[in-house]
């Protein structure tokens, strides 16, 4: 839109509109209604939000920026004058800011913050330090464990219609301020990734070809939201040594090198692990927190295990007067629910972990489920066989009903384990939720509660009592 | 030593010599006795070595040769023609061969095989396909997970007096028959590693320098026989892209690339936590493995379970008096073996993992017991008090004296199992066990029969029955 139509939309004059628009922006942002900010700026022209957001106090600024859509931000953002993109990028880094950033949710910020332009994010990740693209990650609007939350600006992007010799001069130059020089990404003048080579490629061209002429157009990348955990995959399947991330429009954004890889596999592994046995992580090192972090982050499993456990005791409680006239079945209670809960933490920790390599990919969730049951009534009667034979010679002396209602129970418990403990990851991740994380107290609860019923139901039926 | 010199040594002709001393290697390595064998070569010249070697059967040669003290072997290498010394690469292969060697034990081989000379290595690997390496690694004497058994010979050697452009040369010549362009390595006359150096280095150098003006003369590498997890670390702790592998004299025989490692990690990785759930792994694909073999792995663990639970059903029927008269206290015994297995499993698996990762270094194992220690203190406090009032209100009802006992029982078994879940890893270390395999039976045993123990003598003191 030119000049002249815009005054057709309005009677007022221009600086009134701006000085309408930034006084509307102000009130909203300080009442925290960043949803009506986001909304009164939709019909108003790039040029009048950036006088409007220029008279903002200095910590709305960028906030009210990043209330823009893509399309408007990169409008705005090129009406701006170079003085003021250059404050605009110094205001990324105010603790304010990030500050009212972190407050809000994950999903406010996803819902209010639309990706950036390639070319802003470009400008403003390269005039920040690492530590400070951490902090201000949120700002950009890259979530936790997102491809656009670990990737470096800091690699060397040719143009299809350089010669080898031009390209192998651009980086000679930029060798030493580049994260890695050995992949090399292809742009259009859109920004767009169009093809990837690596160094390798370019040493054994003839210097006179173009870096089209020997470009891999096969691309594999990543977006700015992939999940970490997926980036990690594919950079392993593939063997690279990095890889491309790029926006929703295609825009090379920044790339992923294979040695921040390494230390994110091993972050979520100990996440994982730490998991299985109940222990929060939080991607510190456990061996340098305090004594009371270290309590609180085990403290929250054992009081689940806590509450699972009374429950299980007030079962057993409800069959006291069974307990009371055979004492001998309290003797088995340990075995059946150690041995339930074992057979699912088996189960599930290899359907998890499963799930995180990717080598469960195959199988649909119902085989899987299938075939551990199956596994689990083997070895349950592997396991009932064994129990029974030594109930009757050791314990029970010679009271085979005893033996039999623990072997039976084993059994059973052993398939319900097995099912729970395989089918339990899948539900979560259904939902949305950490199989890791959730999987293993539901187990315990399903196994011990149903196995100590399943077992004194089996006894009563068994000793006809 | 001379012809002339050998000659006053002995009285009888070389021919016979050479026939003697193949017809007594034929005899050992028939019996299968190769100690023996490895002695009777000692005092034999390279050169009748072989000649006796090239006369006995075909399986037998490289089992001969593989006999030969490093020095001996690398001089009856040369004394061998260049076409006997291919038919031996060619006998590397064989799997009769493979077949014997792999009946040895790992100290028999270790103990027999020593290095092979960097040149013969560097000979035999070239000539290998990767899937032929990781067969006759053995034959080489690299035990599987070491660096020998991963590493590839495909790696670019360079002098100390090429010039940058007759070094980039060379890396445009070997690009595509080599594993990676972007290490290099710098070798002396001896074959011995002197220096490494990234192409990003020669990239930037002028083309006129030497290598040895910019190479990087501080070394980090590792020997055959290091142990694959200790690769991962080093490559992860310098973000590095390659490691160069030398052998005992620092005669570089291989590299290992950030892709193998990363495969390696996911492997190791598996079976850390598979080994926490008491699930073996095998290194293949769990979803791909069969029924039987998925319940074989899982069946071993259950078994030790089994066991300790058997000794726990006696240590409960030994107390049958005293369960007769109180029967409420068997409502507790899921909530005390349950919580002190978990307990113990934290300490074990953030003690199993600090070694894994390295992040344990800093702290001695008294300091980390003791906090652990302190930890589950803490941790069985909480729990304690929650479960007394618990039990006091809901269960026994007003029976406070088992409601103590149960609250009391808890605080020390939470101890006990932090203090053996922080102990047990660190003594099978020294011991020389993988601690994440040994560590969880140990501590269920302790845990679950020292517990109830503690549980059955705190309430007969309680209760004074």
């Not at 990690?232 to 926006?247: E, H, S």
């Given at each position: 839109m030119t000049e002249e139509n815009k005054s057709t939309l309005t009677t007022m004059s221009r600086k009134e509109l701006r000085e309408l628009v930034r006084s509307q922006l102000q009130v909203l942002l300080e009442r925290g209604d960043l949803q009506a900010a986001k909304t009164i700026l939709v019909p108003v022209q790039p040029a009048d939000i950036a006088e409007a957001i220029e008279g903002l106090p200095e910590t709305m600024q960028v906030i009210a920026f990043r209330l823009l859509s893509k399309d408007e931000a990169i409008e705005v953002y090129e009406q701006l004058d170079s003085s003021v993109q250059q404050s605009l990028c110094e205001k990324f880094k105010r603790q304010e800011v990030i500050d009212i950033v972190d407050k809000?949710?994950?999903?406010?910020?996803?819902?209010?913050?639309?990706?950036?332009?390639?070319?802003?994010?470009?400008?403003?990740?390269?005039?920040?330090?690492?530590?400070?693209?951490?902090t201000t990650a949120l700002l950009l609007?890259?979530?936790?464990?997102?491809a656009g939350r670990i990737m470096t600006p800091e690699y060397i992007s040719l143009k299809e219609h350089y010669t080898v010799g031009q390209s192998l001069e651009r980086i000679r130059s930029l060798a030493n301020v580049t994260e890695t020089i050995y992949s090399l990404y292809v742009t259009d003048s859109d920004r767009q990734l169009t093809g990837i080579l690596s160094l390798r490629d370019l040493v054994t061209a003839q210097l006179d070809q173009t870096i089209g002429e020997i470009l891999n157009r096969d691309l594999v990348c990543v977006q700015t939201d992939t999940d970490q955990e997926e980036v990690?995959?594919?950079?392993?399947?593939?063997?690279?040594?990095?890889?491309?991330?790029?926006?929703s429009e295609q825009r090379l954004v920044g790339i992923i090198t294979v040695d921040d890889v390494l230390d994110i596999l091993q972050e979520e592994t100990t996440?994982?692990?730490?998991?299985?046995?109940?222990?929060?992580?939080e991607g510190d090192n456990y061996f340098?927190?305090?004594l009371l972090t270290v309590?609180?982050?085990?403290?929250?499993?054992?009081?689940?295990?806590?509450?699972?456990?009374?429950?299980?005791?007030?079962?057993?409680?409800?069959?006291?007067?069974?307990?009371q006239q055979v004492v001998a079945l309290s003797f088995f209670?340990?075995?059946?629910?150690?041995?339930g809960g074992n057979v699912g933490a088996q189960s599930s920790t290899v359907v998890i972990r499963g799930m995180n390599t990717d080598e469960i990919r195959a199988m649909g969730p119902l085989q899987v489920i299938w075939r551990e049951g199956l596994a689990g009534a083997l070895l349950g009667t592997i396991l009932g066989v064994l129990a029974t034979v030594w109930a009757t010679v050791f314990i029970v002396e010679g009271n085979v009903s005893i033996a039999l209602s623990v072997g039976i129970s084993l059994v059973a418990i052993?398939?319900?384990?097995?099912?729970?403990?395989?089918?339990l990851p899948f539900l979560f991740r259904t939902l949305g939720l950490d199989p890791a994380l959730m999987s293993a107290p539901f187990i315990t609860t399903v196994v011990d509660v149903l196995g100590v019923l399943i077992y004194f139901n089996l006894a009563r039926l068994i000793l006809q009592l």
């Open positions: 809000m949710s994950p999903d406010d910020r996803a819902r209010l913050f639309e990706e950036l332009p390639a070319a802003v994010v470009r400008r403003l990740v390269s005039q920040l330090s690492p530590t400070e693209r951490q609007g890259y979530e936790a464990g997102t990690v995959r594919i950079i392993q399947r593939y063997d690279f040594l990095a890889i491309p991330v790029v926006d996440e994982d692990i730490y998991a299985l046995s109940g222990v929060q992580s340098q927190a305090s309590a609180r982050r085990r403290v929250i499993w054992l009081l689940i295990l806590l509450l699972t456990n009374s429950v299980t005791g007030a079962i057993l409680k409800m069959q006291q007067d069974l307990l209670i340990p075995l059946l629910t150690g041995t052993s398939i319900l384990a097995s099912v729970a403990g395989s089918a």
